[in-house]
């Protein structure tokens, strides 16, 4: 079976239709990574959306299982406590699970998520550097006002086991 010229012609106009069509749609979407909460409702998460909200810039590190101090930095993000009620206001939060691109997940029980003198923070920026600059972003992170949280004092093996990069899905549990 041959196709004609003109059939030709018309699926060629077609498909660049079609790509000029999604470029724009593409264009009209919010850039940047997003991140997905699920709990009551679904909602997406845009990074200007996170930079919008209450922002804690703080010194942290974290103590690993073998007793070393990594990834130490001033490190600004949004607490994950806000974030929450932010989205889900008056919710009962019984448990939340932070998910990140590697499939690596924590769970956090509530005493965790609103810990006052351990806050948990959505970091998006390290050391002035933001997302997309900072590739481990946006990354669950523990900012004492002290800067540092070790096994002991937070009363783990390893702390650097709640420290979980490129946040992609929290799932919240609610009562």
Known sequence: MTVSRWTRLVLFGAGF?????????????????ALVLEGPRTVRVTL???QA?????????YQNQYGNWRDAGRYRGVALAVLLE???PGARVAQVRVEGADGYAVEL???????????????????????????????LVILPEQGRVGNAEYGVDSV???WVKTVVRILVETR
């Open 17 to 33: 239709l079609g790509l000029a069509a999604y470029a724009i749609v593409r264009s009209l979407t919010p850039a940047g990574p």
């Open 48 to 50: 200007a959306e996170l």
């Open 53 to 61: 909200l209450p922002a804690i810039e703080r010194e942290g590190a």
């Open 86 to 88: 932010r989205y889900f």
């Open 109 to 139: 029980p509530q005493e965790r998520v609103y810990d006052p003198a351990y806050p948990l923070v959505l970091a998006y920026a390290m050391d002035g550097r933001e997302i997309p600059e900072w590739p481990d972003g946006p990354r």
């Open 160 to 162: 650097g086991a709640f």
